[in-house]
């Protein structure tokens, strides 16, 4: 029984109690996985404690040791995070809940949660919160986001290190009952760590004084008036493993070829004279490298000087080199949109089909981002009630579309043949540019009404036109 199952048990005894040896053994469980997560985005960062290549040493301090990071990792993540999450996601009411029986749309309800909910996603700037959430989900395997009122009373969201926060709920439901912050801050210039615990209720602050947590003198407990815990877990996948954690192995190996293969031609600039048949002094090699010349005495014919230079394989290291690369990416399930094979291929349908390992990485992600974008709702809804907003989180839904390159000519010809056979809400789905199906339907309707409508001013106008004349 790990640390987190340990403090369900207590809680739930002791209704909530939190206690310093809670704390403690919370985060001493969790230090491996937050070791981990801090490791991998360094490593996206590439920061110099990084990159592993950046860290190798030869007991030979006069050996060149050069140390080439290709960055995989981070190539590996922003394809991901450009395709999956380039494109916007677009956060709608459904409108059926807002209609009667009859299918007519209370469009005031309607209108008036709908302008609710854009203000929410504008002011939070929530396209940029939804890209960075992608990018650290992608990276360390999960993300997290904190839901607050802010100063005028208005419901936020941030996005705070996953590495920071430890979730506790029920492991048969999923249910997150308790969620922990906790972070380094420095007090009276001494480094200690903070905890923020959050309840369905309120919120509790302690600082690390000594070996124990003891409440925060400097803030109180308080309400964070929502109805649920306000710390929403963000995952990449089940496993919580980031895009390129299967591949780090493969990624160091490339590093480490390229490195010595680069240390080695740079060596070759440092490649030994050989003399045979003749004693060099060393006033004879300070000015030779002086005036880039040797003078040997020619005594029996068999003297001579010459370089000593390795013959370096180059296809050998090329091949192993491209097998490296072959296998990162498609054991990351990533693509690399400079290799020849891939430009080459014109249509949409070639280029879904060299993406569908791609593709079905981005779709594992939507469903978890689905969910854990409606569990946000289901606490930000929550707050809107208290003030007599009562939005169903449920009719909130998220339409994802790739960051992918057109083909509208075949859509275009493929709904053509649908008419007639589908829905006209369903055949327009199919378009990847229509967000909005219903919508669109809308405005071809209106439009339709407005190209048809019968102006009857017109013809009475030219009737009386018409009168006048026969009168005259």
Known sequence: MNAVQQALIYLTSTNGQVTSQIIKDLIADHAPRAAKMKALYKRY?????????????????????????????????????????????????????YSSEDGELNEADFQAHKTVLDRFTITNNIEDLDAETAKMAAICGTAARLCYIDGEGMERICNIPPWEVIFIGDRSTGEVQYAMRYYPITINGEQTTRVEWYDDKMVYFYVLHGDEYVPDDTEEPKEHMFDYVPVIEFPNNEERLGDAEKVLSLIDGYDRTLSDVNSEIEQFRLAYMVFYGVDIDEETIDRARRTGAFS??????????????????????????????????????????????????????????????????????ERKMTASLRQMFKVITSAWAKKGINIDYTDIWFQFKRNFPLDIMSEAQATALLRGHVSEQTRLSLLSFIDDPEYEIELMRKEAEEAYAVNLDAFLDEDEDDESEQEA
């Open 45 to 97: 960062r590439a920061d110099y404690d990084g990159v592993p290549i950046f860290q190798r040493s030869f007991e030979d301090p006069n050996k060149i040791n050069n140390k080439l990071n290709n960055d995989f990792f981070s190539d590996i993540v922003d394809t991901k995070v450009g395709y999956f999450a380039g494109e916007p996601i677009a956060y709608n009411l459904d409108k059926v809940s």
């Open 296 to 365: 040997i005495p020619n005594y029996d014919g068999n003297e001579k000087a010459e370089f000593l230079t390795k013959m370096l394989s180059d296809t050998i290291i090329e091949n192993h080199l491209n097998r490296l690369e072959e296998n990162i990416m498609r054991f990351a399930k990533s693509v690399n949109f400079s290799d020849d094979n891939f430009a080459g291929q014109a249509s949409g349908v070639a280029l879904k089909f060299k993406m569908l390992g791609l593709e079905s990485k981005c779709i594992i992600s």
